[in-house]
Structure formats: structure tokens, C-alpha cells
């Protein structure tokens, strides 16, 4: 059984930062693909990062030149550096993770919330 855990949300000023990190008990991280999704109230989930087995990655526009996406496979760790918050980014943020040839498949975590509010 595969778990996920998102940690690091919290409240932040416009123009603040936060790093979200995702933790992920499984074996053969490195072959795991992972994304960050987010949904805010009244809003349909939406993807914001991706990255893959071989460190490839996607942002949604929103984000990209704000938020970076990065990998440490030693530590079976995904994380999500957010640079220049803003209201709207405002949302639950969940960690989905699943092995490359799993594509219809994969784990989510159980989100963690940030909040951007002055």
C-alpha cells in the first residue's frame, strides 16, 4: 500500500513563499512520476507541476516562473518551492504519485491547504 504525505502548506502573505514537500512510502522512487494538483472551493481540481521518472517538467500557466518542482529520490521526496503567492493560489494542495507505465493509476496524498491573505 502506497502512502502519500503532503506537508508544508500553511498562511502566507501576497508575495510570500512556501516549500510543500511530498513523501512517498514506496520502493524504486526513482521510477515514479508525480504531480501536484490543487483545488480551490467551488473549483474543479486542477494540475500545477509534474515531474517525471527522468526529471522532466510542466507547469500549468498559472504558475510556471513562480513555482518550481523538484525531486530528491534519496529521500523518496518530491517537493514544490512556491515563489511570488498570490490569492489565487489559494487551495488544497494534493501530491499524486505513480509508477511510469502505471498510467491510469497512481496514489494521492491527503492535501495540505495554503492560504495567500494579507
Known amino acids: 500500500q502506497v502512502q502519500i504525505v503532503e506537508s508544508g502548506g500553511g498562511l502566507v502573505q501576497p508575495g510570500g513563499s512556501l516549500r510543500l514537500s511530498c513523501a512517498a512510502s514506496v520502493s524504486a522512487f526513482s521510477i515514479y512520476v508525480v504531480a501536484w494538483y490543487r483545488q480551490a472551493p467551488g473549483k474543479q481540481r486542477e494540475l500545477v507541476a509534474v515531474i517525471t521518472n527522468t526529471y522532466t517538467t510542466n507547469y500549468a500557466d498559472s504558475v510556471k516562473g513562480r513555482f518550481t518542482i523538484s525531486r530528491d529520490n534519496a529521500k523518496n521526496t518530491v517537493y514544490l518551492q512556491m515563489n511570488s503567492l498570490k490569492p489565487e493560489d489559494t487551495a488544497v494542495y494534493y501530491c499524486?504519485?505513480?509508477?511510469?507505465?502505471?498510467?491510469?493509476?497512481?496514489?494521492w496524498g491527503q492535501g495540505t491547504q495554503v492560504t495567500v491573505s494579507s
Open positions: 499524486k504519485a505513480r509508477r511510469v507505465l502505471d498510467v491510469k493509476g497512481g496514489s
